[in-house]
């Protein structure tokens, strides 16, 4: 659990209204702290308005805090996607690959290929694997369904054999083939 610094000032802050509270009793327990005393700060709080409202406010400030640090102990923070690949692990300990690498990896392979114009490549690492996202232009005349699965199979043997990273999706979004034209 990470808290912002705002969340950790507020933490700050109701630890020590709450070490003052101990402390207050444990002053009373040992007696330093006398019934008329309490007695008086108690009837304090009910004398007048202007007290009454201070009284009220404080008390709005701190269930209003308690609130706010319920919600940041208890809310869900989205872990970053991993940044890695796991190749193996063995006796010795992980091999890891980067993303920038299987990034790279599959650049070279897809700019191999001449009916290839321009694409984007997105890489989404699990424990399983990991998925290619792959936007595409194509060249004229290029029959895309031959042309994609090939890219698929290909691409999958590649990545699989020189990393060591088991692929278990290859989408190809094809955005745009127009045909030659003539004339």
Do not use: H
């Amino acid at each position: 659990m990470k808290l912002k610094l705002f969340d950790r000032l507020l933490l700050t802050l109701t630890m020590l209204v709450l070490i003052a509270v101990a402390a207050v009793f444990i002053m009373m327990s040992l007696g330093y702290i006398g019934k008329d005393v309490m007695a008086y700060c108690v009837e304090l709080a009910y004398y007048g308005v202007y007290n009454k409202l201070i009284v009220a406010g404080i008390g709005i400030v701190l269930f209003l805090i308690a609130v706010r640090l319920i919600y940041a102990c208890w809310r869900r923070i989205k872990s970053p996607a991993p940044r890695t690949a796991k190749v193996k692990i063995g006796d010795s300990g992980a091999v890891l690959i980067s993303n920038e690498a299987l990034n790279a990896m599959i650049q070279r392979y897809c700019r191999q290929r001449q009916e290839l114009k321009d694409l984007e490549t997105a890489i989404f690492t699990e424990e399983e694997g990991m998925r290619i996202s792959i936007k595409a232009v194509l060249m004229p005349e290029v029959i895309i369904p031959e042309f994609v699965s090939g890219l698929q199979a290909g691409l999958k043997e590649y990545v699989e054999r020189c990393s060591g990273v088991n692929v278990t999706d290859i989408g190809v979004l094809v955005v745009d083939a127009l045909p030659k034209r003539n004339g």
